[in-house]
């Protein structure tokens, strides 16, 4: 939790100065946030004719964001003095005056899947596919899929690697 109190008071720096403070004013603020994360996942490796390996991967991750918030302002804080910069001692008139808040509530939501193989360890082979969801987007474009392949040479990476 964040609480925050700012205090601006009454500033005369001379006739027509741009940087002049007619009015003091006291803004306040609290708000809550939290993120909580799960993620979890399973890996399995297995040799086949001692020259083919394979991993598999399953995996999940959950995200979910909470915000809540209130803000206000107002002016006119009596004496000009931090000691009196509380909102309810503030103008209840004046149309300056002002109170809001805010609330979010966001999550995320991944599964995956990885597939790897090499054989003899020259030639590798890795394939990724997810889908992942987000309240922030529409309720039609919520969730999506997302894919990945890989194909390397091991021995060929070496040789150039030698020079």
């Given at each position: 939790?964040?609480?925050e109190?700012?205090?601006t008071?009454?500033?005369?720096y001379?006739?027509?100065k ?8 006291v ?7 939290t993120?909580v ?16 390996n ?13 915000f ?9 804080v ?8 509380q ?7 004046n ?9 979010a ?5 991944s599964?995956?899947?990885r597939i ?16 992942d ?7 039609e474009?919520?969730?999506d899929?997302?894919w990945?392949?890989?194909?390397r040479?091991?021995n060929?990476r070496r040789?150039?690697?030698?020079g």
């Amino acid at each position: 939790m964040k609480k925050e109190r700012t205090f601006t008071p009454i500033q005369n720096y001379g006739i027509s100065k741009v940087y002049n403070i007619p009015q003091s004013s006291v803004y306040q603020f609290k708000a809550t946030s939290t993120r909580v994360v799960f993620e979890t996942f399973a890996n399995y490796s297995k040799t086949f004719a001692e020259d083919h390996n394979t991993t598999f991967t399953l995996g999940t991750s959950v995200q979910n964001d909470l915000f809540d918030g209130i803000y206000a302002s107002g002016i006119n804080v009596p004496n000009n003095s931090y000691d009196f910069a509380q909102l309810n001692l503030t103008d209840p008139q004046n149309e300056q005056r002002s109170l809001n808040s805010g609330f979010a509530d966001k999550r995320l939501t991944s599964f995956f899947g990885r597939i790897q193989y090499d054989y003899q360890g020259k030639y590798l082979f890795s394939g990724l596919i997810r889908r992942d969801g987000s309240s922030a987007f529409i309720k039609e474009f919520r969730f999506d899929q997302f894919w990945a392949c890989d194909y390397r040479l091991e021995n060929f990476r070496r040789k150039l690697l030698k020079g």
